[in-house]
């Protein structure tokens, strides 16, 4: 080689991503603040663990981890199409929802095909996009915080290849209803693909107009759930997508050969085979939702009605939501901001169990009683 060349090293589109920033770990906020009590409200994990019969199954297949795994996951994907009444072969298993976003964002898009979201949103989704170059037009969310579908719809243009919406909705908490998917489904074409991210549907099953969207037949329609949140085996990195054969069969060409793992197919198996956790957890949310509503209500905290395990406070400006959330953290409480949703003058609240959200109100009104929530 003659001489350095000065070729830049990425892409732009690389180049101006910005590093994912989580939430902080229970280890560091003890290091920092050594607080006398520490309650992770920020990741939408589920605070009551997982399903018991989770850990001997995973330690029963500590005995094959020196194989690969299954990368069909194929006697998961035979139980999930038994419980959801469809084949096996409209199932795709990946490490993670993520795992499956960036899937379909390297599977989908022809040069210049760009996608269709809110501008606030599962900040996943933007970042797969960028990776791949993809162009998002993001369309506000409206007054309510809640999906625009008609600006959506209106946005779709030729070259709209996929339609991204999560519901119920991260950050937010908010949900399209049947009325309004139905709606919006007859305007889209069949050639756009729409992504129903369902991380929530355990939360929000029972809710009355909530669109299952596995109980209609389009086959443009691919339907994203995961074993993090409900199931609470986020560590494992455990996620599913659901569709018609034609696309699954295009993801099993694309999806990274050997995810999920030996011990995450395993453990995702066990959970599955304890509905009275999945019961327990939902009902631990509920009430704890009901009790910050309540709080909410009695301290004049503006906040956002949710159907998922997470509610979304509204403050003033995006000081007072730095302000606060450092002032909860100082305490013990971890909270999320969610200026990388789109979203900077807002903090997202998981619900955990009562001695959780008990440490959430008694913060709360320690910075009251200290003046130091002038502005809420
Ligand atoms: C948490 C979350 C995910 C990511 O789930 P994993 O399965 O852990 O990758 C996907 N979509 C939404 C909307 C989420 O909130």
Same mark, same amino acid.
Request: charge should be negative.
């Given at each position: 080689?003659?001489?350095?060349?000065?070729?830049?090293? /990425?892409?732009? =589109? #690389? !180049?101006?991503? +910005?590093?994912?920033?989580?939430?902080? *770990?229970?280890?560091?906020?003890?290091?920092?603040?050594?607080?006398?009590?520490?309650?992770?409200?920020?990741?939408?994990?589920?605070?009551?663990?997982?399903?018991?019969?989770?850990?001997?199954?995973?330690?029963?297949?500590?005995?094959?981890?020196?194989?690969?795994?299954?990368?069909?996951?194929?006697?998961?994907?035979?139980?999930?199409?038994?419980?959801?009444?469809?084949?096996?072969?409209?199932?795709?298993?990946?490490?993670?929802?993520?795992?499956?976003?960036?899937?379909?964002?390297?599977?989908?898009?022809?040069?210049?095909?760009?996608?269709?979201?809110?501008?606030?949103?599962?900040?996943?989704?933007? /970042?797969?996009? =960028? #990776? !791949?170059?993809? +162009?998002?037009?993001?369309?506000?969310? *409206?007054?309510?915080?809640?999906?625009?579908?008609?600006?959506?719809?209106?946005?779709?243009?030729?070259?709209?290849?996929?339609?991204?919406?999560?519901?119920?909705?991260?950050?937010?908490?908010?949900?399209?209803?049947?009325?309004?998917?139905?709606?919006?489904?007859?305007?889209?074409?069949?050639?756009?693909?729409?992504?129903?991210?369902?991380?929530?549907?355990?939360?929000?099953?029972?809710?009355?107009?909530?669109?299952?969207?596995?109980?209609?037949?389009?086959?443009?329609?691919?339907?994203?759930?995961?074993?993090?949140?409900?199931?609470?085996?986020?560590?494992?990195?455990?996620?599913?997508?659901?569709?018609?054969?034609?696309? #699954?069969?295009?993801?099993?060409?694309?999806?990274?050969?050997?995810?999920?793992?030996?011990?995450?197919?395993?453990?995702?198996?066990?959970?599955?085979?304890?509905?009275?956790?999945?019961?327990?957890?939902?009902?631990?949310?509920?009430?704890?939702?009901?009790?910050?509503?309540?709080?909410?209500?009695?301290?004049?905290?503006?906040?956002?009605?949710?159907?998922?395990?997470?509610?979304?406070?509204?403050?003033?400006?995006?000081?007072?939501?730095?302000?606060?959330?450092?002032?909860?953290?100082?305490?013990?409480?971890?909270?999320?901001?969610?200026?990388?949703?789109?979203?900077?003058?807002?903090?997202?609240?998981?619900?955990?169990?009562?001695?959780?959200?008990?440490?959430?109100?008694?913060?709360?009104?320690?910075?009251?009683?200290?003046?130091?929530?002038?502005?809420?």
């Amino acid at each position: 080689m003659s001489k350095l060349g000065n070729r830049p090293l /990425v892409p732009l =589109n #690389i !180049r101006d991503l +910005s590093p994912y920033v989580a939430g902080k *770990t229970i280890a560091e906020v003890k290091e920092e603040y050594d607080p006398p009590e520490i309650s992770k409200l920020a990741s939408n994990e589920n605070r009551l663990g997982c399903s018991s019969h989770v850990q001997p199954q995973v330690v029963k297949a500590m005995q094959e981890i020196q194989d690969y795994p299954d990368p069909a996951s194929g006697q998961l994907r035979e139980v999930l199409a038994d419980e959801n009444n469809i084949d096996p072969e409209n199932i795709i298993v990946g490490a993670g929802s993520e795992s499956l976003i960036a899937n379909l964002c390297r599977t989908f898009f022809l040069n210049n095909e760009e996608a269709v979201t809110a501008d606030a949103t599962f900040v996943g989704f933007f /970042v797969q996009g =960028n #990776i !791949r170059g993809i +162009s998002i037009k993001k369309i506000p969310v *409206t007054d309510d915080y809640r999906y625009d579908l008609n600006a959506m719809a209106d946005a779709i243009s030729e070259r709209t290849k996929m339609v991204y919406i999560a519901n119920p909705n991260n950050p937010t908490g908010t949900y399209i209803t049947r009325s309004e998917f139905e709606q919006f489904m007859r305007k889209v074409p069949s050639d756009v693909l729409v992504v129903m991210d369902e991380a929530y549907f355990e939360f929000a099953q029972d809710v009355s107009d909530y669109p299952h969207s596995l109980r209609y037949d389009f086959d443009n329609v691919i339907t994203l759930r995961t074993f993090s949140k409900a199931y609470g085996l986020a560590g494992f990195r455990v996620g599913y997508g659901i569709a018609s054969k034609k696309i #699954i069969t295009e993801m099993m060409k694309t999806k990274l050969t050997f995810e999920p793992t030996v011990a995450a197919q395993a453990a995702a198996l066990a959970a599955l085979g304890d509905p009275a956790f999945l019961k327990k957890t939902k009902d631990v949310v509920n009430e704890g939702k009901k009790r910050l509503y309540k709080f909410f209500e009695e301290h004049g905290v503006s906040y956002v009605s949710s159907i998922s395990n997470s509610v979304m406070m509204v403050l003033p400006t995006e000081q007072a939501a730095i302000d606060f959330t450092q002032k909860m953290l100082e305490q013990g409480v971890i909270l999320r901001r969610i200026n990388a949703f789109g979203l900077p003058n807002c903090v997202r609240i998981t619900i955990g169990r009562k001695k959780e959200m008990r440490h959430f109100e008694r913060s709360f009104k320690n910075l009251i009683e200290a003046q130091e929530l002038p502005s809420i």
